[in-house]
């Protein structure tokens, strides 16, 4: 019998005023067997909010490391957990809207900080302008899933943010918000915008919870050479041979595997040929 994983049953803090929880404690439980404990008394909107009532003073991966350690403080904990998620046009595909989520792990013992991210285009990260729930407002809501997925209301020229409505899910409300914060504006209008925080946000506890499930995987791999949780893929290398001609294309032919911790890589191939459409050659 092999010895069991060094994190089975042991605790870890987790920062979250949105109910993450949920989706993390379920995907640590199983493997490597983390038990997750919510900080509660920590106001991780002091770090920043969506909404922009307080600035984010950090980029995502740094405030999701920073969440982690108030969590780790506060619950006197060695191990912490939170994530972070950033959203707006995809840094290629621009015309469509993308979320960069961020899942930061740090065990102060070992000297580990893993942080796990994906680019996530399954998202209803939108916003609309207008002074009534006339038909293209309608469309908006019905892509933004209005109902399930909660949506946020301001004055569209607001020097403050004194009429902001957060978390609006019923048409009533809606309805109210809309009137108020467009007699609020200069303009006569509303901005009514996904409200994208998770426990309003399916869409988004979603995507949280598949990255949680890509932590789980790394933090259960151990390290042949030092021993430390979070061994996985860091990296990729391009060169796979294109099927017709096998010239070298963009794609990749090996996943670099590395240690969290220390410097200890493994190269592994992959056993495939890549379509001609991706070839410099086939396809110029
Ligand atoms: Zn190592
Ligand atoms: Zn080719």
Do not use: W
């Amino acid at each position: 019998m092999s010895a069991p994983h060094p994190y089975r049953d042991r605790e870890v803090a987790l920062a979250t005023k949105h109910g993450k929880e949920r989706v993390l404690a379920t995907a640590l439980a199983e493997r490597p067997g983390l038990m997750v404990q919510v900080a509660t008394e920590v106001d991780t909107d002091q770090l920043g909010t969506f909404t922009g009532e307080i600035e984010r003073p950090a980029p995502p991966r740094e405030t999701a490391l920073r969440k982690a350690r108030l969590a780790m403080q506060a619950l006197r904990l060695p191990r912490g957990l939170a994530s972070e998620g950033a959203f707006g046009p995809h840094p290629i595909a621009g015309f469509i809207p993308a979320g960069l989520e961020f899942l930061a792990f740090v065990d102060e013992d070992l000297g580990l900080e893993l942080v796990v991210h994906h680019l996530e285009c399954d998202t209803n990260f939108g916003h609309t302008v207008t002074d009534q729930l006339d038909e293209r407002t309608s469309q908006f809501l019905q892509s933004a899933q209005f109902g399930s997925h909660a949506v946020t209301v301001r004055p569209n020229t607001a020097t403050t943010d004194e009429a902001l409505y957060k978390g609006i899910r019923t048409s009533s409300a809606l309805a109210a918000a809309l009137a108020c914060c467009a007699a609020a504006s200069s303009d006569g209008h509303a901005r009514i915008e996904t409200d994208m925080r998770a426990h309003l946000n399916p869409t988004r506890m979603r995507s949280i919870a598949r990255l949680a499930t890509e932590l789980a995987e790394r933090l259960d791999r151990l390290c042949q050479s030092c021993g430390a949780p979070g061994f996985g893929r860091v990296a990729t290398e391009p060169g796979l041979p294109c099927r017709l001609c096998l010239t070298a294309t963009p794609q990749p032919a090996a996943d670099i595997h590395g240690c969290a911790r220390c410097e200890h890589r493994t190269r592994i191939k992959r056993h495939e040929l890549a379509d001609p459409a991706g070839c410099p050659f086939c396809n110029p």
